[in-house]
């Protein structure tokens, strides 16, 4: 068999996660298990036939832990984001590394341990009073839990060179090999090939590294937010990942049900832009809550135009105006559905539709409509897929979202103009949920925050809502799921009330 053709794993597994199931890892060693009937030495290269299985895990299962890159922009969000986890952890009275009740861990990589140290001492002066920080000078594969009196939080260094994009490299996945009934946790490597080092992961972690050697181009539509799990363990990716070797591999290891949704009309082109599964109160046990470009410009268009524009937008009242000159029936009062619309709007280019127009403004205006338009129809037919492949999806959340259409190599592409709420962490059933507006005075957060609110709070509960201030990642076409990798039990889901 051509060596390109191969999975290669290096096979040292163990059957709970090593970072987040050891009281101390700094400078230990953890006993690797043999996933095998045969005895395979830890990192031996083995043929991909001796993998039966991957599977992405999904956000409903109970959560271990997750990983974040610290560096020098994104300082805010880490505080911000730690003190989120510090009362889940306490609210919740999470407890232990393992169980339904265990607490979660947020283990933050980064190259510079000066930084971690000064990150560390400000954490530590507002958890514990009083406390002073021990300086640690860490080694190249080491790993630091902060101590007790800075609980649910731990340092790795030389994995990430300052990366934003933990989502990014891959996924934490679960395998099984041929001569075991077990399944093992794996590191399965997007073939990114840059920012974050997800073998050291795989090393540090004492799990199976796994790449898919036949990629041939770092292609962004392969990266680790393009393949995602619905709550029934089923693979869904966008129609952006491109390499035919990958599609082909993950559907022989179990995955010959993947479901491929629309996700090539957005500039990165991942479904977790638009698409996130959620525990929820319902017979099901969990929601998909689906952006909606259609209910963000309903919402837009109750605001005036001087408030339009002091966001930064390029138009104001011509938004109103916009919408009834696209509309079947002009006289149609507002919110507006799809079908109120003229049927010839959803197959108009965007840079054609408001040639007529004199004003730049009505012109972005008209875009900026149809656009948005044309990604609600992409994204419903994504919602529909997804409902015609489950036996359990019965109830769909939409949030308000609208994008930036602009023109690209490859045409016209979408990027989330503001905060995209469906791009959230899911944690148990915590949803830390990128602030849809920076400005928390501007009128438009609240129409818009207070809908993403209602909505979810319904499903989960209000006091299960965190909205978090992304710009680091959201000025870089990216938000909160991005930056993030979550480790999960593998076969626990989360339920509720326990």
Request: with cysteine.
């Amino acid at each position: 068999m051509n060596q390109k053709k191969l999975l290669t794993f290096c096979i040292a597994a163990v059957t709970a996660f090593s970072l987040f199931a050891c009281k101390s890892i700094r400078n230990s060693q953890v006993q690797g298990l043999d996933v095998t009937a045969s005895n395979i030495a830890a990192n031996a290269q083995i043929d991909d036939s001796m993998v039966t299985e991957v599977k992405l895990l999904p956000n409903t299962m109970v959560p271990k832990g997750f990983l974040v890159t610290l560096n020098q922009v994104n300082q805010d969000f880490i505080r911000s984001l730690y003190s989120i986890i510090y009362n889940i952890n306490k609210n919740d009275g999470l407890a232990g590394l393992e169980g339904l009740r265990q607490e979660i861990t947020m283990v933050v990589a980064g190259p510079d341990i000066d930084l971690w140290n000064s990150l560390k001492a400000d954490l530590l002066a507002k958890v514990s009073p009083g406390t002073t920080p021990q300086r640690e000078e860490l080694g190249p594969a080491d790993v630091e839990k902060a101590g007790p009196n800075l609980p649910y939080i731990q340092w790795i260094g030389n994995v990430s060179d300052g990366d934003l994009w933990m989502q990014d490299w891959g996924e934490f996945a679960a395998i099984r090999v041929q001569g075991s009934t077990k399944r093992y946790y794996a590191v399965m490597d997007s073939g990114r090939g840059r920012g974050i080092n997800s073998s050291a992961l795989s090393t540090i972690f004492k799990i199976p590294f796994i790449k898919i050697t036949g990629i041939t181009t770092a292609d962004p539509g392969n990266y680790g937010g393009n393949t995602e799990a619905t709550p029934e363990g089923k693979l869904y990716y966008g129609d952006k990942l491109t390499d035919e070797d990958m599609k082909g591999r993950l559907a022989r290891l179990g995955n010959q049900d993947a479901i491929k949704v629309p996700s090539d009309w957005l500039s990165v082109g991942h479904v977790d832009e638009f698409l996130s599964f959620i525990p929820a109160r319902n017979d099901c046990g969990s929601s998909l809550v689906a952006a909606s470009p259609l209910e963000g410009l309903n919402l837009l268009a109750t605001l005036s135009g001087s408030d339009l524009r002091s966001y930064g937008l390029p138009f104001g009242d011509e938004l109103r105006t916009a919408l009834k000159q696209l509309l079947k029936n002009q006289s149609q009062p507002a919110p507006y559905t799809l079908d109120d619309f003229n049927t010839d709007v959803l197959s108009r280019h965007p840079s054609l539709g408001a040639s007529a127009e004199t004003t730049s403004a009505m012109v972005d205006a008209k875009n900026f409509v149809i656009g948005n338009l044309k990604d609600e129809k992409q994204i419903r037919i994504a919602v529909a897929k997804l409902q015609a492949a489950s036996s359990c999806l019965k109830d769909i959340v939409t949030v308000p979202q609208v994008f930036n259409i602009g023109p690209q190599a490859n045409g016209y592409k979408s990027v989330s103009t503001f905060g995209g709420s469906t791009n959230m962490l899911v944690l148990r059933d915590h949803l830390i949920i990128p602030e849809p507006f920076i400005d928390d005075r501007h009128p438009a957060v609240k129409v818009f925050r207070d809908t993403v609110q209602s909505k979810l709070a319904a499903r989960v509960g209000a006091d299960r809502i965190h909205f978090i201030d992304t710009t680091p990642y959201h000025t870089n076409d990216g938000e909160i799921h991005c930056g993030t990798n979550v480790v999960r039990e593998i076969d626990m889901p989360f339920q509720f009330g326990d």
